[in-house]
């Protein structure tokens, strides 16, 4: 499913040409409500026609132009009530079917490899590798589930609403958070650790992954029996 290093480099520089290449239309703005700058186009810095560099790279990053990922604090309430929900509700069908999809995914996801290997696949390639290395982590179902639900438990509170693309970031990042480094010994570097970086389409394909296999559980209903928890103080 990899490029071929040649294949690779050609791509890359093609990028960087028509990136850098001189625009032919008038200049145009970012279209985030407020930023003057540049489209990347426009200021030979990327292919964007709509964004400037530092809006297009949150988008990566983050799944939206206006805000950084969650951060932990922002998590731990929903993610503690989610938790009482589960020990609460597990024996309800729904949940033991999404915990059977998720760990069947996990189960089909074939073969795992190390974060040195990961970096030439493709997004599509790359998601099933973050699955099996997720698996072979000894991270199951309810890890995933339990992911599922605090992200749309806290994205349903506090917004943003209707998103479905910083949903799916911020799912696939937090489930990215749990596969561990790729650690190896060099004789001439020491020990280095790698991670592959969260961001980008993988991401997105992760995510769509996760919240479509968790999606009998994760429903409206559900996630206002969490956010109900939330507001009652949380887990006992
Ligand atoms: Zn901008």
């Not at 799944?63 to 503690?80: D, H, I, Q």
């Not at 190390?114 to 599509?124: G, I, L, T």
């Not at 609403?161 to 749990?178: D, Y």
Request: glycine share 8%; aromatic share 4%; with cysteine.
């Amino acid at each position: 499913m990899s490029l071929s290093p040649a294949k690779r480099e050609r791509r890359r520089r093609d990028i960087g040409a028509r990136a850098t290449a001189p625009s032919l239309e008038a200049p145009r703005r970012c279209t985030v409500l407020g930023c003057t700058n540049l489209t990347q186009r426009s200021a030979g810095t990327g292919l964007s026609t709509r964004h400037c560099k530092r809006h297009k790279e949150m988008l990566r990053r983050h799944g939206v132009t206006w805000r950084k990922s969650f951060t932990e604090t922002e998590l731990a309430p929903y993610r503690k009530s989610v938790r009482t929900w589960v020990r609460l509700n597990r024996g309800r069908p729904e949940f033991q079917e999404a915990i059977t999809d998720l760990d069947s995914m996990l189960a089909a996801s074939g073969k795992p490899k190390d974060a040195f290997a990961v970096q030439s696949a493709r997004p599509k390639e790359k998601a099933r590798i973050a699955l099996a290395r997720l698996r072979e982590a000894g991270k199951g179902g309810e890890h995933l589930l339990t992911i599922v639900l605090t992200i749309k438990a806290i994205t349903t509170d506090k917004g943003p609403r209707g998103n479905p693309e910083f949903q799916q970031v911020q799912i696939a990042k937090r489930a990215h958070r749990l596969i561990p480094r790729t650690r190896i010994k060099s004789d001439i570097w020491g020990d280095i650790a790698k991670r592959t970086r969260p961001e980008g389409l993988v991401m997105r394909i992760l995510g769509e992954k996760l919240i479509e296999a968790a999606g009998g559980t994760a429903t409206g209903e559900v996630i206002r029996e969490v956010i109900a928890l939330k507001n009652a103080g949380g887990a006992q």
